[in-house]
C-alpha cells in the first residue's frame, strides 16, 4: 500500500522561502496562514555568520496526536498515510492545536480572504473596488483562487474552523507532486512511496542517515531531512587577474 512522506535535503536548502509562496497561492491561504514555513538559526559570531534554515510542514505522522485528540473525527488518516482535515466536521475546538507538538495547524480567526468582499471603490469612475475585481477576473475568494484546491477541501475554509497541510492531496490524486516540491529551485523537497523500495525517497533514506522532528515523541513523522548545509571550508574571494 501506498505511503506517501517527503524528504527534505537541507544541502540544498537556502532558504528562499518559494515552497513558502507555492502553497500559499496553491491552497488560497489567507494572510497570517501558512501550511509550508521555515526555521531560521543563525549560527557563530559577526561578521563570521551563517543562517541554517528548516523547512516545516505538516508531518502527516503515522501516530497523529491531532487525530486522536480530535472530538468529532474532523481530523482523520487516509490509506495513503496523508493526515487530513473535514472541516464540515470541524467545530473549532482547536484540541488538535494543542496535541500538535509541531504548530502547524493553524485556526482561522476572521472570515479568509474577507479583504476581497469590500465593495468600497477608492477613485470612482476610475478604479474597481476588490469584489468588482474579484467578479471581473473570475475568482471566488481572491482575484487569483486557484479552483483546483476545491476539488477535495473547499477552496478557502470558513471561519471558526481549523486548517493545515494535505500534501496537496488534490494533486496527488492526480498523480501529481504537491506544489511546493514542484516548485522548490533547488529541488531540496522529494516526495515519493515509503513503501516502495526503488522510490526516490527510499534510496535517499538509505543512502543518508535522516532525522525527523520531535522523533523521540513517538508520533512517526512521514518528513524526514537528510544532510545539513554545508558552506564550504575554503577561503571565498572573487579570484584574482594574473
Not at 90 to 113: E, L, Q, S, T
Not at 138 to 149: A, D, I, L, T, V
Request: aromatic share 10%; with cysteine; hydrophobic share 30%.
Amino acid at each position: 500500500m501506498t505511503k506517501w512522506a517527503m524528504v527534505i535535503d537541507q544541502q540544498k536548502c537556502v532558504g528562499c522561502g518559494a515552497c513558502i509562496i507555492a502553497c500559499k497561492n496553491e491552497n488560497n491561504l489567507s494572510e497570517g496562514v501558512n501550511w509550508s514555513y521555515k526555521l531560521t538559526e543563525t549560527v557563530g559570531v559577526f561578521p563570521h555568520v551563517r543562517y541554517h534554515y528548516t523547512p516545516t510542514l505538516c508531518n502527516h505522522c503515522e501516530n497523529a496526536p491531532c487525530v486522536r485528540g480530535c472530538p468529532t473525527r474532523a481530523m482523520y488518516k487516509l490509506d495513503n498515510g496523508i493526515t487530513m482535515h473535514d472541516p464540515k466536521k470541524c467545530i473549532g475546538c482547536r484540541y488538535c492545536i494543542a496535541n500538535c507538538p509541531y504548530g502547524v495547524i493553524f485556526y482561522n480567526w476572521r472570515r479568509p480572504n474577507e479583504q476581497w468582499e469590500n465593495k468600497d471603490v477608492l477613485i470612482p469612475g476610475c478604479t474597481s473596488s476588490p469584489a468588482e475585481m474579484v467578479e471581473k477576473t473570475g475568482g471566488s475568494c481572491s482575484p487569483y483562487s486557484n479552483p483546483e484546491r476545491g476539488t477535495t477541501l473547499p477552496e478557502s475554509r470558513p471561519l471558526g474552523v481549523v486548517e493545515k497541510c494535505t500534501f496537496c492531496d488534490h494533486r496527488v490524486v492526480r498523480g501529481l507532486l504537491p506544489y511546493c516540491v514542484e516548485a522548490c529551485p533547488a529541488d531540496a523537497r522529494i516526495f515519493g512511496d515509503l513503501d516502495d523500495p526503488d522510490s526516490t525517497v527510499s534510496k535517499l533514506l538509505g543512502k543518508f542517515k535522516p532525522r525527523r522532528l520531535r522523533e523521540h515523541l513517538g508520533t512517526e513523522p512521514h518528513v524526514f531531512y537528510i544532510r545539513s548545509f554545508n558552506p564550504g571550508s575554503y577561503t571565498q574571494s572573487k579570484g584574482e587577474i594574473s
